[in-house]
């Protein structure tokens, strides 16, 4: 074989893989995709107040409400820190979002990182889609599957989003 077949076909070979490893959007986007800016479908703007939370800041406020909920169930529920410690702190974390989520839009957690829970058709949250909402987060795993907005399986099936303040 030539030399530059040779190269050619290390050049095409690299470019699979370096497509492979970016990932699906980035190959479909390669090929001409426009997959737009996160919350273009929701009508939603692309940065600053009313944009989709991005990942960092959500996480960051999960962390500081389970934080809270664990000192809450440590100091004042259970004797020293163990199993019981933990259902305890998911108690008062469902207890805590479907509270402060369904009469303020936000946890202590969320307002320190600028985060609000939004409806999509109305802006408001119903207290039905606040209960579903948060025992899906409580479950954990449908906040690990997430559309191409960033939006999580439980913000879906509640119909509401994560937006910035």
Known sequence: MPKRAQYRVWVDNRDAIGSWLSGPRA???EAGADFG???EQLGLP???PGSI??????LGALAVDWGLCLLIAYGLITDGYGQA???WALLVFFAMGVL???TLGFTPGKRLFGLRVVA????TVNPLRVLLRTALLCLGLPALIWDRDGRGLHDR????????L
């Open 85 to 87: 410690t933990g259902n």
């Open 120 to 123: 999509l058709d109305s802006g």
């Open 53 to 58: 939370a991005r990942p960092g800041r959500r």
């Open 27 to 29: 190959a479909a986007e």
């Open 100 to 102: 402060t989520v369904g």
């Open 37 to 39: 800016y996160r919350g």
């Open 157 to 164: 099936l509640a119909r509401t989003v994560e937006v910035r």
């Open 46 to 48: 692309e940065s600053g």
